[in-house]
């Protein structure tokens, strides 16, 4: 079976090309940041232009796409509006309607920050309430994929972290310990909840979309809700990091461009159930990290 993965390069996309090459003809997208990955073939493109796009998914001809590729650092989308819709609604958009020429299934990467943060917890059937521009784009990516008539999945993500590779900027995780390991202090709130997901355990829960043609909306979260700031601090323990570098503090302070949902925890029974994919804690995702050492460990393992 062909799958063709857009944002190929990226933390979550880098993953699936490795997992997914191990048993199908993989093919991957890239813009700037080219990487390569025994089994995986990549094209440079732009799922803004819809004619290279069309043409590139054309000549594949992939059975399956998964759409990873999106403007995902929530501040810059932001301050980059324009841009961002381009990217994000527009390539969307260019994804879908090739999607229907060839008839292929689409698997979306959505975001638990579609959620407004105030309940938390959420389930996938709960209604989304996007806070920010870049949460607003992945809300309407849904909203077209689910209108599309289109076979798909949507699988929604957070907080994506793993060793990440050069061209690949720093993730949360590998943010905490690299600014702890140079002896920097770092501010950390303690009133933003989300359910991490390693990038690895990540891919493991699309690879059981595809394997079980699922259908529909699923969260592909880990199974732990937790602050960042405690999250931080869990980070430095299992790293030998000093932790008292991290300075609690709380959102309001940061002047952040966009804004955060309080508590966007997604629930995973639904994944859990229905495809017996097992969500990992935060605690077996760092080891997992640890095991692994940096990318190259995380590449060749």
């Known amino acids: 079976m062909k799958i063709l993965i857009t944002g190929g390069s990226g933390l979550l996309g880098s993953r699936l090309c490795k997992l997914f090459s191990k048993e199908f003809d993989v ?7 080219k990487i390569d990955i025994k089994g995986c073939k990549f094209f440079a493109a732009d799922i803004t232009d819809i004619l290279k796009i069309s043409t590139l998914i054309k000549k594949v001809s992939p059975e399956i ?4 590729a999106a403007l995902t650092d929530v501040d810059y989308c932001e301050n980059h509006q324009k841009e961002t819709w381009e990217i994000n609604v527009g390539g969307t958009k260019n994804i879908i309607n090739t999607c229907k020429e060839i008839e292929a299934r689409l698997i979306f990467i959505s ?3 579609v959620f407004d943060g105030i309940k938390g917890n959420y389930s996938e059937d709960d209604g989304i309430n996007p806070l920010n521009y870049y949460a607003k784009t992945k809300a309407e990516g849904e909203r077209m994929l689910k209108e599309s008539n289109l076979e798909y999945a949507i699988a929604r993500a957070s907080v994506i972290y793993g060793w990440n590779g050069p061209g690949q900027r720093l993730n949360f995780v590998t943010w905490v310990i690299d600014s702890l390991k140079e002896g920097k202090t770092i501010n950390v709130v303690d ?3 989300n359910t991490p997901t390693f990038a690895d355990n990540g ?3 699309l690879y059981s979309i595809v394997r079980k043609e699922a259908y529909g909306v699923y969260h592909m979260t880990g199974r732990e809700c ?3 700031y405690e999250f931080a601090k869990t980070i430095a323990d299992a790293f030998n990091l000093d ?3 991290i300075i609690l503090a709380k959102t309001l302070q940061l002047r952040q461009s966009a804004k955060r949902p309080y ?3 997604l629930l995973t029974s639904k994944i859990e159930s229905e495809l017996k994919h097992n969500p990992f804690t935060i605690n077996e995702g760092l080891k997992a990290m640890k095991r692994q050492k940096n990318y190259k460990g995380w590449l060749n393992g």
Request: glycine share 0%.
């Open 65 to 68: 796409i998964v759409h990873a």
């Open 27 to 33: 093919y991957a997208t890239y813009t700037r940041n």
């Open 243 to 245: 932790k008292s570098n």
């Open 203 to 205: 891919a493991e829960a």
């Open 111 to 113: 975001t638990d920050y």
């Open 226 to 228: 937790i602050n960042r």
């Open 263 to 265: 508590n966007s925890c």
């Open 191 to 193: 009133d933003q909840y």
